[in-house]
């Protein structure tokens, strides 16, 4: 099946530094893409919604400053991380759907832990 | 997105089958119901999705209700590498946004 690919898989960077994540799809093309975060022993919660050529779309609460978000490609989007502090530690995951229509697939790549210290 | 209610643990012996129930009531006419399952620090799998006809696939089976209200996940021979998270959602699959509950956690003991 499709194919999501998150680079890297873990990551520990410093407090206040920067930090990317890579989001890309192997097999298809993306037009869209969904940034998740999830904490120890919850679900997953969106953060944004990432379409080609375009600017994403973020949810309520979650500041877009902080975290750019860029889809430049039909095969890959970015997460950064901006002046990363230890409250930004999660997982990270992206996912990407494999059409425009009703009923497509949408496939998770395999999650990216940040690490700040 | 309609909202689906899951329980929230359920437990199976290997080789059995587990029925995970998803209730959606409020389902839409072009919303389907996807099964995802995400194990322990991994992203989550895609396992199967319909929209009123029921589907398997070489994962698992869905099962749904006429009235698309609710549906069962079926894995028909449970192992132990299927302890996960089983989340069910209803979206369209289009251009909509796709959001996580709470799911069920599946164990598989011996």
């Known amino acids: 099946g499709a194919v999501v690919s998150q680079h890297p898989s873990r990551v520990i960077c410093k407090s206040g530094t920067s930090v990317k994540i890579e989001c890309r799809s192997l097999d298809f093309q993306a037009t869209t893409m969904f940034w998740y975060r999830q904490f120890p022993k919850q679900s997953l919660m969106l953060m944004a919604t990432?379409?080609?050529?375009?600017?994403?779309?973020?949810e309520q609460g979650v500041e877009k400053d902080k975290f750019l978000i860029n889809h430049a490609s039909l095969t890959l989007s970015t997460l950064t991380v901006t002046s990363a502090h230890p409250e930004d530690s999660s997982f990270y995951i992206c996912s990407a759907r494999s059409g425009q229509g009703d009923g497509n697939t949408i496939y998770f790549g395999e999650g990216s832990w940040l690490t700040v210290v | 997105d309609a909202k689906t209610t899951q329980p929230p643990s359920m437990d199976c012996a290997e080789g059995r089958a587990a029925n995970l129930p998803c209730n959606h009531s409020t389902i839409s006419g072009n919303e389907y119901v996807y099964w995802y399952r995400q194990i322990h620090s991994q992203g989550p799998q895609y396992i199967i999705h319909?929209?009123?006809n029921n589907e398997t696939n070489e994962m698992a089976s869905l099962i749904i209700t006429e009235d698309r209200k609710s549906s069962t996940l079926i894995l028909p021979h449970a192992t132990l590498r299927d302890t996960a998270v089983y989340y069910c959602i209803v979206f369209t699959g289009g251009g909509n946004k796709l959001t996580f509950g709470t799911g069920t956690q599946l164990k598989v003991e011996l």
């Open positions: 990432s379409n080609e050529g375009s600017k994403a779309t973020y």
């Open positions: 319909g929209l009123k």
